[in-house]
């Protein structure tokens, strides 16, 4: 089955610096990834759309400049949580979709961010 | 730091008993639904998905039920074991490339 890898599975960044967290779709070619955020027991939060080789689509109240998307090729997408803050310590989650209206999102594993 | 929010709701059940788990939707327009488990520290995992055009779909062990007309889906889980103890989410697509998750039910199977 489609298979997403998520990396890195955790990291710790001080206040102040950037991280990147990659989602690479292993075995389909993903036309669309979704980004997501989720707070302890809570929901996941839709933070963006992105489709292979155009700008993200940010949910309302998502900063753009501060979560940068890129979804360069038809298997990888990024995450980069620019300036990062504590109160952007979360759980970050990618999906990928093989195409336009396909059955069946395939998730990422998760990275837990926390920054100090 | 992480914010306070609302804490999940939990299904205690017995293992062996059937569990229903419930979810309200929120967009008419949703066409596609997905019921997804997630274990602590992972990421969802796809259980079973409906088309707004079916009323009931039945997989291995659990059943989804729509209902558009109050918005609801329903997740039934047959002789529940406790592997299945989990946190459970619907997911409704609105339009494409728009895919939003319901608030989560916690199931706690005991053994």
Known sequence: GAVVSQHPSWVICKSGTSVKIECRSLDFQAT???WYRQFPKQSLMLMATSNEGSKATYEQGVEK???LINHASLTLSTLTVTSAHPEDSSFYICSASSRQ???GYTFGSGTRLTVV | GESVGLHLPTLSVQEGDNSIINCAYSNSASDYFIW???ESGKGPQFIIDIRSNMDKRQGQRVTVLLNKTVKHLSLQIAATQPGDSAVYFCAERPSFN???FGSGTKLN???
């Open chain 1, 65 to 67: 400049d501060k979560f």
């Open chain 2, 36 to 38: 997804y488990k997630q």
């Open chain 2, 98 to 100: 728009k895919f939003y």
């Open chain 1, 101 to 103: 209206g396909a059955s």
């Open chain 2, 109 to 111: 199977v005991k053994p």
């Open chain 1, 32 to 34: 669309t990834m979704f």
